[in-house]
């Protein structure tokens, strides 16, 4: 079973530039995560997809990030325009399924990450 | 909302060295835990997971972590490291029936001496 694809796996842009990163989760499962991972920290969530839905995104710093998910399988997370803080590492993760209404107790699976250097 | 405690920023021991890992959580409700697993240049990886029943939960490698409700701590064993189990390891939490968001802690970098 493939895993989850990210690119690109490095990015290096000046400050004030836009940047794209693209995340293909595990086939079949519907709910797909971005983490942001500073480093010498843990990943903290950015925004929760289930399908093409947003079920999350109170962290992700909505003034110059922005994600989308629009037919609910592949997803693209921006930055425009990025600051020096943002240099981190981009983790896509996703996880299997809701059960109609019911919220099921998955495992997320990581992608490689793209690693993001803000010059 | 939730936290996560990694008191161990870095650890380093020799091979066949008995392994402790702290985490501590703070969340006064139901939730889930899990140890994950990052090996030199690859992608986090699941450890081992707690949801329900035997509080000791065994995992890959040879990986144990023991869910203590009382103590708010989920603490991963290894008997015995190798070399190969030179990585940065994190402990994460959920809250049970709130949706499925992950919260870490800031990770223990182990490194095993040869």
């Known amino acids: 079973e493939a895993g989850v694809a990210q690119s690109p796996r490095y990015k290096i842009i000046e400050k004030r530039q836009s940047v794209a990163f693209w995340c293909n989760p595990i086939?079949?499962?519907?709910?797909l995560y971005w983490y942001q991972q500073i480093l010498g920290q843990g990943p903290k969530l950015l925004i929760q997809?289930?399908?093409?839905?947003?079920?999350?995104d109170s962290q992700l710093p909505k003034d110059r990030f922005s994600a989308e998910r629009l037919k609910g399988v592949d997803s693209t997370l921006k930055i425009q325009p990025a600051k020096l803080e943002d240099s981190a590492v981009y983790l896509c993760?996703?996880?299997?399924?809701?059960?109609?209404?019911?919220?099921?107790?998955?495992?997320?699976?990581f992608g490689p990450g793209t690693r993001l250097l803000v010059l | 909302a939730q936290s996560v405690s990694q008191h161990n920023h870095h650890v380093i021991l020799s091979e066949a060295a008995s392994l402790e890992l702290g985490c501590n959580y703070s969340?006064?409700?139901?939730?889930?835990l899990f140890w994950y697993v990052q090996y030199p240049g690859q992608h986090l990886q699941l450890l081992l997971k707690?949801?329900?029943?035997?509080?000791l939960v065994k995992g890959i490698k040879g990986f144990e972590a023991e869910f203590i409700k009382s103590k708010f701590s989920f603490n991963l064993r290894k008997p015995s490291v190798q070399w190969s189990d030179t990585a940065e390891y994190f402990c994460?939490?959920?809250?049970?029936?709130?949706?499925?968001?992950?919260?870490f802690g800031g990770g223990t970098r182990l490194m095993v001496k040869p």
């Open positions: 993760a996703s996880s299997l399924r809701y059960r109609g209404l019911v919220r099921v107790q998955e495992t997320q699976y």
């Open positions: 086939s079949g499962h519907a709910t």
């Open positions: 997809f289930q399908n093409n839905g947003v079920v999350d």
């Open positions: 969340y006064g409700g139901t939730v889930n």
């Open positions: 707690y949801f329900s029943g035997d509080p």
């Open positions: 994460a939490v959920n809250v049970r029936d709130a949706g499925n968001m992950l919260t």
